[in-house]
């Protein structure tokens, strides 16, 4: 730590922090302008990620940043891999002695953590954006592996937050059920809220009045993410108003089992009930382009794409689930209808097909909503904070 004194009576601490993650995509995507804010106010950030390759290594350059490589086995579960593991991570730690280590993610929040116990790193604040697959339940519940692995990540999460100093969540929802499974200090959890987005790269976009009401989901094409509802739906409203358009983005999972098919995906878009113009890269012009966002997920942490939706100006309809149910206000914003319900969904999107005012409405009080909550730069004052211990 280097405390910088400007004059005798006022101090700057600058710190140097470690961001620990799984892969470098959503450091270059989520905490870019977190980056940038640190690295602006005179702190080191280095960036510590599995899957670097050249282009990447010098886009975390560019935003200031230190990228490292480490190595952690993502999905596997033996123990004495991830113990050396651990224990690689903790001399890179050791080495380049930060002041701060910020893990994100279920693994890297735990190991991360432990590593930086090993490390001797004064402050570790771990981050769950989100529980994941193993606390996202099916039309039936939880599977016997699902109830497994929540046995097992519980009991990691018991020994490895100890070493924390703060736990953050996204919503209200996951530590109460980390809880049930996991000893937690509750004096160490805080409920921050949405990891926010740079509202001027979202800029409100008043809808299309005149084009056909479109609704759109971005996420992946996995039965956790509500896409079979989606497609079920999609297919009752467009045989009823057949000028209704539905979009689609988001990328097909083949070794997931429980993944839309290629075949199933074909067979929508042959009937013409979807539009899916494969991989896009301007996501936010496809946003701006539709009328209302709808994701329909089985649970998420608090959804960016929401955000963005919110932002650009858009009503929204999603479920009454962990992460989702804190971006809508019923009736509001847009809609929350119960998770696994293709018909509840159809009622809402026939509602606003059918009423265009509701559609413009329920957008402008999003982005008022998003103004008010989504702003990065305001999130990246809460997280300096938190790094220097106010």
Known sequence: MVIYSSTASVYEVFLKIAFISQNVAPILGFRRDLIIHLVSKGHTVYAFALDYTSDSVEALKALGAIPIAYSL?????????????????????????PDVVFSFFVKPSIYGTLAAKLAGVPRRIAMLEGLGYMHTPGKTGFSIKKRLLQVIHGLLCSFSYQFADEVLFLN?????????????????????????????????CPVNSTAPVRFILIARLLAEKGIFEYLEAARIVKNQYPHVEFVVLGGLDPDNPAALTSSQLDEVINDGI??????????????????????????????????????????????????CRETVINGVNGFIVPAFDAQALVKKMKFLSENPFEVQRMGEESARIASEKFDVHKINLLFENIFLGK
């Open 73 to 97: 086995n993502k999905s596997g579960m033996n123990p004495i891999i991830d113990l050396k593991d651990t224990w690689l991570l903790s001399r890179k730690l050791k080495k380049i002695a």
């Open 274 to 323: 979807i539009i899916y113009p494969g991989h896009v890269k301007n996501v936010s012009e496809w946003i701006a382009g539709s009328h209302v966002f709808v994701l329909p997920s089985y649970r998420e942490g608090y959804p960016r794409s929401t955000q963005e939706a919110m932002s650009i100006g858009r009503a929204v309809i999603t479920t009454d689930v962990p992460g």
């Open 172 to 204: 209200n929802d996951d530590p109460k059920d980390l809880a049930k499974f996991a000893w937690l200090n509750k004096y160490k959890l805080k409920v921050i809220g949405p990891i926010g987005l740079n509202l001027k790269n979202y800029p409100f």
